[in-house]
């Protein structure tokens, strides 16, 4: 099974509406990182959260992680269609390698706005 | 099974010498291939996009002489790290995109070590 689920997998919106997308892991998220991806691009950086109950923002997307640290969300206000691409999460699932190993990534959203 | 290799997986070199590291699609004809470089703290960082027979697209801030690659084939991209220092000491990582669809799929990683 996936370390690292997503959802939902396929999100369409019409532009101005708020969606929310989340990431879930049965294990503790050591750092959770939140990246964009356009078809043909590469991953974009968005946020990374590491501690429990930490939110962030930047511009309309806010991306908080639990205090268990076993789930993830990210959520954008008032959708563009800039928004629209494939969103990914990823995770150290491991203390003592955070930032030192290779991520383990979600099975990725792909958000669709409609104008 | 593993659509996407990377070779080696971890190398150690001194300061002041070149290292090469390969990445090969195994499953599919890749006409897009990224590299990425794992920092501690912003996770993976795009650094170029490798396009089969053209010249590969540089993130900003990535030095093109110093980070080399080449898409020579549809299933080869190399990167050569050039005149290492210890501050390159990082983990690189590349995926593949097969260009029908905008999913990547992600080498395991190389872990590089500058001495």
């Known amino acids: 099974s996936q370390e690292l689920e997503q959802s939902p997998q396929s999100l369409i919106v019409q532009e101005g509406k708020n969606l929310t997308i989340n990431c879930t892991s049965s294990?503790?998220?050591?750092?959770l990182y939140w990246y964009k991806q356009k078809y043909g691009e590469g991953l974009i950086f968005l946020m990374m959260?590491?501690?429990?109950?930490e939110e962030k923002s930047h511009e309309k997307i806010t991306a908080k992680l639990d205090e268990k640290k076993q789930q993830s969300s990210l959520h954008i206000t008032a959708s563009q269609p800039s928004h629209a691409g494939i969103y990914l999460c990823?995770?150290?699932?491991?203390?003592?390698?955070?930032?030192?190993?290779?991520?383990?990534f979600g099975t990725g959203t792909r958000l669709t706005i409609i104008p | 099974g593993a659509v996407v290799s990377q070779h080696p997986s971890w190398v150690i070199c001194k300061s002041g010498t070149s290292v090469k590291i390969e990445c090969r699609s195994l499953?599919?004809?890749?006409?897009?291939m990224f590299w990425y470089r794992q920092f501690p703290k912003q996770s993976l960082m795009l650094m170029a996009t490798s396009n089969e027979g053209s010249k590969a697209t540089y993130e900003q801030g990535v030095e093109k002489d110093k980070f080399l690659i080449n898409h020579a084939s549809l299933t080869l991209s190399t990167l050569t790290v050039t005149s290492a220092h210890p501050e390159d000491s990082s983990f690189y990582i590349c995926?593949?995109?097969?260009?029908?669809?905008?999913?990547?799929?992600f080498g395991p990683g190389t872990r590089l070590t500058v001495l």
């Open positions: 294990k503790t998220l050591y750092g």
């Open positions: 959260l590491q501690k429990g109950g």
């Open positions: 990823g995770a150290d699932l491991s203390l003592s390698n955070f930032g030192n190993e290779k991520l383990t």
């Open positions: 499953d599919f004809q890749a006409t897009t």
């Open positions: 995926s593949v995109s097969r260009g029908d669809t905008d999913t990547q799929y």
